[in-house]
């Protein structure tokens, strides 16, 4: 049996945690009772911890208890651990196994408990798009990859937000026990096996406008989402605002953090998935909809900026039949 322990404390998110383990539990019926996955979850005192969303989730173990060695150790996520200090009975139970199990990580936000605990300097790792940025500048040594799914770097393993924990779950079921198996356990679950591209397939690509009508770059950013059939140039754009080309341009990249031109091929995806996901058009008319010259030019830019074609984004994330 593999052993596979989670950590979990108040305020955890509880799809963090059921997710994964209905993995293993899938898994388990597939498998010899000897070579299946034995969960365990721990919290500091071995109590119950509700969860964000209100839930109890009883703890098997303590962190004393869980002491290990564990084959698969984890710790889960939670909406506001990202913006506070980790509890020390976690960080030190977590420097403590990572030391003696054969591979440890985080879903979603936990991956700030590994950073506080030093156990991501130097490494490749990814949590959950939203809060990628505050991680990379929290723990600078670390090597955020914000649009992975999940992330491998030796032992270490971490997720992207909340349901890519599944994701997680189900490669290291495939790592463990082939391909096939991974796939089964998928289907049982009607989740895709292998999720193409990453995480900015399911973010938003635009910030909030500013909120102010007259705000120059507010007229411009509403200008390029009412017009984006319409060729939109640099100097057209600054023309608008009332400023020159080159002031333009540094002033929209101070305010957005995005250049003039990736803001519009950037606006452009987004209404391209908003009508891949809610009409049968076809796809050189939604091309030609959302500004693009043609089908093949938005396909190169989805496969760019999303790592999938506009039609396995409509097939395989949107209209996937459950079998």
Known sequence: ??????????????????????????????????????????????????????????????FDEAAGPWDIALVAGGPALAGSDVDEPLLAWLRAIAVSSTRYGSICTGAFALGAAGLLDGKRATTHWQSAGQLAGRFRAARVEPDRIFCRDGALITSAGVTAGIDLALALVAEDHGADLALTVAKRLVVVAQRQGGQSQFSPYLVAPPSDPEDPMAKVQAHVLANLREPLSVDTLAELAGMSARHFARVFVQRTSVTPHEFIERARVDVARRLLETSDQPLKTIAWECGFASADRMRLVFLRRLGVTPGQYQASFVRREST
Do not use: K
């Open 1 to 62: 049996m593999r052993r596979v322990v989670l950590a979990i404390f108040p305020g955890v998110q509880a799809l963090d945690v059921s997710g994964p383990l209905d993995v293993f539990a899938e898994a388990n019926a597939y498998l010899p009772e000897d070579s299946g996955y034995l969960a365990s979850l721990a919290s500091a005192d071995g109590r119950t911890v509700r969860a964000s969303n209100g839930m109890r989730i009883g703890a098997d173990l303590s």
